[in-house]
Nanobody
Framework: QVQLVESGGGLVQAGGSLRLSCAAS????????MGWFRQAPGKEREVAAA????????YYADSVKGRFTISRDNAKNTVDLQMNSLKPEDTAVYYC??????????????????WGQGTQVTVSS
């Protein structure tokens, strides 16, 4: 099985930066597509960023493009989300997600089988 554990959330001022990390354990991490999703209070869960098996292809939501960077280190079984120039509207619980199979870039919640517990990111103005 695959287990995902997020870390790095917290409170940050608008304009600041934060790095989220996701540690994966279990099978076939190196060939899984991975994603970071977020869910703000009263809103649906949405993709923030996604990355393919090698890290060579990525996707970013328009709302975060140019500010967030997703990366992965398959040797360490980790995927990170570097968040810069944070805005209050970035406030959400952020979730790491992994595909059951398939190494491409996937941007829908239902493309993923495995989910972390989430980490809270709060951006104050």
């Amino acid at each position: 099985q695959v287990q995902l554990v997020e870390s790095g959330g917290g409170l940050v001022q608008a304009g600041g930066s934060l790095r989220l990390s996701c540690a994966a354990s279990g099978r076939t991490f190196s060939t899984n597509g991975m994603g970071w999703f977020r869910q703000a209070p009263g809103k649906e869960r949405e993709v923030a960023a996604a990355i393919n098996w090698s890290g060579g292809s990525t996707y970013y939501a328009d709302s975060v493009k140019g500010r967030f960077t997703i990366s992965r280190d398959n040797a360490k079984n980790t995927v990170d989300l570097q968040m810069n120039s944070l805005k209050p509207e970035d406030t959400a619980v952020y979730y790491c997600a992994a595909r059951r199979a398939g190494g491409g870039v996937y941007i829908n919640s239902n493309d993923y089988t495995y989910w972390g517990q989430g980490t809270q990111v709060t951006v104050s103005s």
